[in-house]
Every structure is written in C-alpha cells, then in structure tokens.
C-alpha cells in the first residue's frame, strides 16, 4: 500500500515534469512569449528607470532597431540583389541578415511565412519577421492582412516612389494605403532561339520575327513549321499558360465562389491541340527539370513565354552549358536567345517587399527599400548588370533610348526598349488572394487531359475538388 | 518520508518486485497519455467540428457540425478511391516482397544448399531500408524523370520518344510499389530467416529421410510453423501501407498524379491540413483512416489464427491420416 503511495508519488512527480516540457515546448506561445518579454521589457523599463535620462533613450533606440534582420523569400533571386546592391544598407546600420528560403510550390513559402506571422505578435524581436516578400499570385492575402505595414509609416513618401509604374504600386495598395514596393516591372516577352529562327524561319531579326508571331493563328502556323524542322515551339504544356491567365476577365475567385474564366478554359482547349500536335513536349510542367534543359544547349524548343525576371534569373542560368564558367559568347548557348513581343501582351509574376507589422528594423528596412526600388542610379546599374528590367520609369527610358545599349545574352538586343513599350499596360485587376495555388493545381489537373489519362469535365472536376481540399472556404461548382 | 520509514522494515519480510514494473513503465506510460493518447482523443472531439483558417480572411472557423463531416466523407466517395489507390499499390509491392523474401530466407537458411557469403547479401539487401524515404523516392524521381537516364535507354528504342512514367497511372503506381519492394524486401527477408531458423532442423532432417522433396519441406513444414512471423509480417506492412505517404509524395510532387491515381489516404489528409489547417475534415479523415486500419488488421488476425488455422489443421491432420493408411 505505501509502496503504492509512493509510486503514486513518483509518478505525479515525473508528470510534473513532463507537463513542464509540454508547456514549453508548445510552439512560440509561451517559451517565446516570454523571451519575447524578457528581451524588450528590460532594457527600456529597468534601465531606464535605474539609470540617467540620456541611456534611456539610447536604450529605446537600441530596443527599437534590432540587429538581426529576418527576410523571408521563396528563392535567392531577392538575395542576390540585396548583395549586390543593398549589403552596404545593412552594413550601415550594423544588421546582419537572416534569410529565410522556402520554395513556393505547392505553398510551402506560404504555410512557413503564415505561421511566422502568426506567431509575430509573441516572437522574440530578432525571431520576429521584418522583411517579408510576396508574389502577384498571392499578395492580396498578404496587403489585406494586418501583417503588412503601410510604406507610408516607414517614412517613404510619394516623392520617394514617383518613378515607379502605376501598376506596381495598384497591387499592393489597400484602401489608399501603399503595402510594398518593388525594384522590377514584370511586362512578358517570347524569348526565342536566334539559331532556329535563322534555320527554319529564315531570319532571326527581332522584328521580322515578331511579324511572323504577331497573332495567335501566326503563331500555330510557326509551329507547324517548327514541327517539320523537328523542333517544339514550346518545350511543355504550361509554358503559354500566363499569357492566358493574365489575360482574364474575372479573377480566380469572387465574392468566395471559384470561377474558370474562359480565357483560362481557352488555354486549356489550344494547348490540347498544342499538344496532339507535337507542338510543345508532353508531360513537361513549368520548373521542371525537363524544361530547364529544354532552355540550354540541348534545347530543340524555339522559344519561351518570360517577363523580365524570367530572361536574366532563369532562362540565362538555364542557357550556359557551365554555370561556374563566365557568362559570355560560348558558354552554351549565351547569346543565342533574342526576345520579341508575341502573340499577346501579358504580365507574368512581380515580387514585392513588405515590411512585417511588429519589425524591430523599420529604419533599415526604410533604407533598403529606398536604395531598391526607389534610387535611380542604383536602379539603373540593376538593369545594366543584370538585364532585369526595374521598376523606374526614368531609368528605364534611358537605357531603352540609349543606341549603344545593347544585352550580350541577347545577342546584342536592347530588350528594355521592348520591355519600356509593355510596361506601361499592364493592368493586374483581375487577381486573388488564392491564384498560386489555382494556377497550379489547374495546369496540374488538366495535364491528365492533355496526356489524354482523363477527359475534360474529369480534369476540370479533379480541379474543383483540389481547391475544394485546399481552401475549405471556397464555393466550387460542379462541372 | 514517514511512509519510507515505516515501509523500511517491511522490506525483510518478502521482497516483492512486481509493483517496480508500474513504476518503470510509468515514463512511457505518462509520455504516451500526454502526446500520444489526448491529441488521439482531440482528433476524435475535432472530427465533429469545422475547423480550419480561411486564406483570405486569416480567420480561423469553428464551428460545430456533428456527424456531417463524415456522411459528406462517405457520400462524397473520394476516400475510397484514396483508400483503393493506397491498396493497390501496398499489394503491387507486397506480393513480390513476400514471395521473393520467402524464397531468399529458405535458401538462405537452407542446410543443403550452404550459402556463402550471406553477411554479404544480407547487409545488401538491408542497404535500401536504411536510406531516407524521401531521398530514394527523390532517386526515382530523377531516374524515372522525362529526361533521367531510364528515359534516355528507352528513347533508344522508341526513335526518341520519352516515355513518361509519371504521366501514366500503372507506371506512376508500378513505382511507388517497386519502390516499397526494394526498401522492404530485406527487412522482410530478415525476420523471415529468424523465424525458419527457428524451426527444429530435426523436424526438416525426419521429413528428408521420409522422402519429402525441397518444396514439401517448405510448404508443408517451414510455413506452417513460421506462420505467426508470418501474420506479423503481413500486419505490419499493412498498416505501413496504410500509412504510405512519403515515397508518393515525393515521386508525384505531392500532386498523386496522374488522375489523382497516385494520392494516397495520408497524402489527402496533407493536402487538408496543409494549406487551411483543416483540422475538422482532417480529424474526420483520421478517425476513418484509424477504423479502416484496425478493421483490416483485425481480418487479418483472425483469418490466418482462429478460425483459418483451425480448419487448416483440420484438412491437414486429415490428408496425414489418409496418408497413412
């Protein structure tokens, strides 16, 4: 019996001790709650009050601005810039840089980024995120969120932000208010092979080529043609999907009700024939491995749909034969890529940087944005380096009336002065909080009709309960 | 303290151990109460609600709903397709794991045959079980890709034509299956040498010199005493299969394509609480997938120990007796 007590004793004593685990362990609530306290509260409460006047306001400087900057992105694209643009920022103001990269497909980017949110309120200040980037797919659920600070608070003023283009500024404004900014526009170009527009079209000028792309009918008579050659126009399925989908009337969901636009069921029922054809390479998805290769030096695809990020991020790092090797005439097929407009004016993608509501790095954060997407020359030698193509109106149109410019990837090309004709409209209206994902799993679904596994009311229905799985809030309808 | 004292002198009397058995399983006991048996009973009290955070709102809906998670489940019909797709492909791995694990744990364990070099082997066919799910799934992805190496032997043959495995639902299913064979097929061959090393080789030595051949030996006396290893086996791998998730996932990029061919139960149930912490429907997909599980495992318990054995013997002691006469 008093074995039995103390066993009893023993045994609540070790539960004592695990519930305190359980407590702790339990994530960012209560262990980071009250680091989060101990962290902010003494400095700016106990110092001060022990202590002379002038340390306090130190102390609250010091308290204010951390010096862990936290910037979380889906890839190093924004790493990249910062490095080589914007490292002397944070060097100014002693941060050093945290970077939190998840992929974004399948909404891993989004899952981890909506957690860290949530957890921001309760986080330890240099745990807390400060630099947050969205995509045109997803921002709205981002800007409408209480997560994102106004440009406006962090002492960017309109002055600051006159050269950038309207539409940058549009879609990431809530109720007048400005929610981020970005360095690049993103207008979409078809980048094609100079080599086989010389072989099977005859000519590789940009112009000529573009006459001969100029309608979607051109374009499947080109393809035709490429076909014979024993060339695909596209290397697969859903590479000709944006120039549809950013070409809707409706976006993908109103008023919580899914909606297929039909210029989107339109993409569905020319890439089948696309397909059938042989016109672009089964089974090949956007950012697959397949499709990186098709883009190097043993491509047999003519040509890509890209926006600005596209050319000098992917496609010129999928075009070297070795991407340790200097990027020149040689290396796999630099030089060989020249861009035109297309068949149709789209808009592909866009990344903004938002400030995180709750970030202890508003001054450095302030500077970085300013340096990036507002500095003039800095925007310009972005786009002299790198072929992207900045969000600056006044730089742009330099380099686009600059004669002796010239992208050696392009093979000598000024792209900017394509890009300078497009940028200006680009209209994102038609967007949803939930687009990553729909455009997604809806190239996804329908690759079961184009490998001809389903036909089209199963793909479409598949779809509808893909969505219906993923965001229990939405209304689908029934094909 | 004072308990101690007075228990002190009692020790003398008769030591009795038996109640140091509760307090040296009480550490599992507790730690499995706390993290294992309440979130268990929380998925249960969720199933009846509706949970989950709306994306655009960032609001997290609650909203109790009885059983009617469970009758959209049924009449929806979805699961069981899931639940279909995941048995087929646990029987397509299944099938060739047993017969070929059975076959190399009989030779292996053969007196006759003497096999050299087993560590060898053994270690080998171990090998696939210890790398990570996920990077050989991540191997097959690349290796069975459009343009892997696979593809690029086949395309030999078909004047350059991919075939994408992928893209097809027996292949996409005959993979993920290949691939539960290669991680399993050792383990499985281990435990079965254990159980045939067990069987007295006076039993195998009285049937050779009664002039059975190699196969009677091993259908008529290894099996049937190995059988409990046996159902062990079965059991197990049908609850892993069950549970099959990573290797799926991995090779379709989470996506069960083609058709939703490939998507297994546990994938459905990532896809709902991935996104929208679906914990209500998720809960309710559980508590199914937890019923379906003890179900099947139940069948299989009593169909190859009660009521099966019984009449196996029955048949059995029969064709001896007939034998004899």
């Known amino acids: ?479 | 303290m004072a308990n101690a004292s007075v228990a002190a002198p009692k020790k003398h009397k008769g030591i009795s151990y038996e109640k140091w058995g509760y307090f040296f399983i009480a550490p599992f006991i507790i730690v499995y109460l706390i993290f294992n048996l309440v979130p268990l009973l929380q998925t249960f009290y969720f199933s009846f609600f509706e949970k989950y955070t709306n994306t655009a709102t960032w609001e997290t809906i609650e909203r109790f709903v009885g059983f009617d998670q469970y009758v959209n489940l049924f009449t929806e019909g979805r699961i069981f397709s899931y639940l279909g797709n995941t048995m087929i492909m646990w029987v397509m791995g299944f099938i060739p794991q047993i017969v070929i694990s059975l076959l190399f744990a009989y030779w292996f364990t053969s007196v006759r045959l003497r096999l050299k070099g087993l560590g060898f082997f053994k270690t080998v066919m171990y090998m696939p079980n210890l790398i990570m799910a996920a990077a050989f799934s991540m191997m097959f992805m690349l290796l069975f890709s459009n343009i892997g190496p696979i593809n690029e032997i086949i395309k030999n043959f078909t004047n350059g034509e991919a075939f994408a495995f992928m893209g097809h639902t027996w292949s996409a299913r005959g993979l993920v299956a290949l691939m539960n064979f290669l991680m399993w097929f050792g383990n499985t061959t281990i435990l079965l040498m254990a159980a045939m090393m067990g069987v007295d080789a006076s039993i195998v030595e009285a049937a050779e010199i009664d002039g059975c051949t190699s196969s009677q030996i091993f259908w008529k006396i290894v099996l049937p005493i190995i059988r409990p290893i046996l159902i062990y086996v079965l059991i197990t791998s049908l609850v892993g299969g069950l549970q099959m998730f990573d290797v799926p996932s991995i090779l379709t990029n989470g996506k069960g394509n083609p058709n939703d061919s490939t998507t297994t139960l546990i994938m459905y149930l990532n896809t709902l609480i991935s996104r929208s912490k679906n914990y209500g429907q998720g809960g309710c997909v559980s508590v199914v997938i937890f019923i379906i599980c003890a179900v099947l495992s139940m069948i299989v318990y009593y169909f190859f120990t009660d009521a099966g054995v019984e009449k196996r013997e029955k048949r059995k002691s029969f064709k001896i007796a007939k034998g004899g006469k």
């Open chain 1, 1 to 479: 019996m008093k074995k039995r007590i103390l066993t009893a004793l023993l045994a609540s004593a070790m539960i004592l001790s695990v519930a305190g685990c359980d407590s702790t362990s339990e994530p960012a609530t209560t262990t980071a709650g009250g680091a989060a306290d101990t962290t902010t509260a003494a400095p700016v409460a106990d110092d001060g009050d022990t202590t002379t006047a002038a340390p306090v306001e130190d102390g609250d400087a010091a308290a204010e601005q951390g010096k862990v900057l936290n910037i979380y992105c889906w890839n190093t694209e924004f790493q990249e810039r910062y490095n080589a643009y914007a490292a002397d920022v944070g060097e100014a103001h002693g941060v050093t840089v945290n970077w939190v990269i998840n992929t974004n497909e399948g909404g891993v980017y989004q899952n981890k980024l909506d957690e860290a949110l949530l957890a921001q309120a309760d986080a330890a200040a240099d745990d807390k995120v400060d630099i947050f980037l969205i995509e045109a797919d997803y921002a709205l659920k981002y800007t409408n969120s209480p997560y994102c600070m106004n440009v406006a608070d962090l002492g960017i003023t309109a002055d600051d932000l006159a050269n950038q283009y309207a539409y940058t500024q549009q879609i990431v404004t809530v109720d007048g208010a400005l929610k981020g900014v970005t360095w690049q526009a993103t207008p979409g170009l078809f980048a094609y092979r100079r080599s086989i527009a010389k072989e099977v079209l005859g000519t590789d000028d940009p112009a000529e080529v573009q006459a001969q792309l100029s309608d979607w009918t051109k374009f499947n008579d080109v393809a035709a043609k490429m076909k014979e050659a024993g060339y695909t126009m596209l290397a697969g399925y859903a590479d000709a999907y944006r120039t549809y989908s950013n070409n809707v009337t409706t976006p993908w969901v109103v008023d919580g009700n899914l909606v297929v636009d039909d210029n989107i069921m339109k993409w569905a029922d020319d890439t089948k024939v696309f397909q059938d054809n042989g016109y672009s390479n089964k089974d090949v998805g956007l950012w697959s491995d397949a499709w990186a290769k098709e883009q190097g030096p043993e491509g047999k695809t003519f040509g890509f749909f890209y926006s600005t990020w596209g050319i000098n991020f992917t496609l010129l790092g999928n075009s070297l034969a070795d991407a340790n090797a200097p990027q020149e005439v040689g290396n796999g097929i630099f030089g060989d890529y020249a861009v035109c407009e297309g068949p149709q004016a789209y808009y592909w993608g866009g990344t903004w940087i938002c400030a995180a509501t709750g970030t202890d790095n508003t001054a450095v954060i302030a500077d970085i944005m300013k340096k990036l997407t507002c500095d003039t020359a800095t925007m310009k030698q972005i786009t002299l380096d790198t072929q992207d193509y900045t969000n600056n109106k006044a730089a742009m149109d330099e380099i686009a009336n600059d004669p002796n410019f010239g992208s050696a990837f392009l093979g000598g090309q000024n792209h900017i002065a394509l890009f300078a004709a497009a940028a200006g409209n680009i209209d994102c209206s038609n967007i949803s909080a939930y687009d990553q994902l729909c455009n997604e799993n809806f190239q996804q679904c329908m690759n079961d009709y184009f490998m001809g596994t389903v036909d089209k009311t199963t793909a479409l229905n598949n779809f509808y309960t893909k969505m219906k799985d993923t965001y229990p809030e939405l209304n689908v309808p029934q094909a």
